[in-house]
């Protein structure tokens, strides 16, 4: 039983860390933010995003956004958050006092963020793109590229006018 249930978890931890979607909001958590000045001009953008994985896999710091094809390098500030373990309570509290069981689908994943500001030559691009692909890496050599969605895409040009 024991066997069967740890080649059970492996696989699933195994499919989950290596999973595939059609579009980058559908592989994991994103959020877009763009600001702007006192006179309504456009400042700059943020792009943030939660990859959450089994695996103890980092993300590396940095990112590629593709606009029509065209490559925008980046330097992303990353972070890793484990699961806090509590061996008598089973779902300990982090650091927050807040517990991870409360997310229920990620107690057991460590959290991947990547933050990024968006080079401000690109956001003239963003407006005009008619495709967004986001690329992104960890330290095992996995590189994550995939586009946005549709819905996403029009929100982020709404985002940048």
Known sequence: MMVLLGAFGISYTWHYD????AHLSAYCHIDF??????DG???????????YRFGREKLLPRAILYTDGAPW??????????PPVDLFGLFGADSRGASRADDGEYRFQNE?????ELPRSSLAA???AESI????YYDNGDTIDLPLSK??????RRQVT
């Open 126 to 128: 963003i407006r005009k």
């Open 33 to 38: 933010r763009s600001s702007y000045t006192e």
């Open 18 to 21: 290596n999973r595939t979607a």
């Open 41 to 51: 001009k456009l400042e700059g953008a943020v792009f943030t995003l939660w990859d």
């Open 112 to 116: 991947n963020k990547l933050f990024v």
């Open 73 to 82: 390098e980046m330097q992303a500030a990353v972070k890793q958050t484990s």
């Open 151 to 156: 819905e996403d895409t029009e929100y982020w």
């Open 133 to 136: 692909r986001f690329r992104y």
